[in-house]
């Protein structure tokens, strides 16, 4: 059983930063795929960031430069940093973990987080 805990979320003014953080615990295979995802009320979940087991990390373009998202393999969790944060990024931020990327980069994980709360303003 595979369960994932985000934090790190908050209220921060426009170009500030914050680092969100997944811990993850379960079955070690579904920890090798893993992402990061936002929500804002009324719109559809994006994909925000996606790392392998061999490390490859994906971005969406609206995060590129801004967002750095990195894994601890001993502590078994996944970070986000997000510097420059705008107000467009306030959301709802849920990490998920699959057995398969690519199910990771299409945003059909089976396990999800119940989300930390990104505020800008």
């Known amino acids: 059983h595979v369960q994932l805990v985000e934090s790190g979320g908050g209220s921060v003014q426009e170009g500030g930063s914050l680092r969100l953080s997944c811990e993850v615990s379960g079955d070690p295979i579904f920890k090798r795929c893993l992402g990061w995802f936002r929500q804002a009320p009324g719109k559809e979940r994006e994909g925000v960031a996606a790392i392998d087991s061999d490390g490859t990390i994906s971005y969406t373009d609206s995060v590129k430069g801004r967002f750095t998202a990195s894994r601890d393999n001993t502590k078994n969790t996944l970070y986000l940093q997000m510097n420059s944060l705008k107000p467009e990024d306030t959301a709802m931020y849920y990490c998920?973990?699959?057995?398969?990327?690519?199910?990771?980069?299409?945003?059909?994980?089976?396990?999800w987080g119940r989300g930390t709360q990104v505020t800008v303003s």
């Open positions: 998920a973990a699959d057995g398969v990327f690519q199910r990771i980069m299409n945003g059909v994980a089976d396990y």
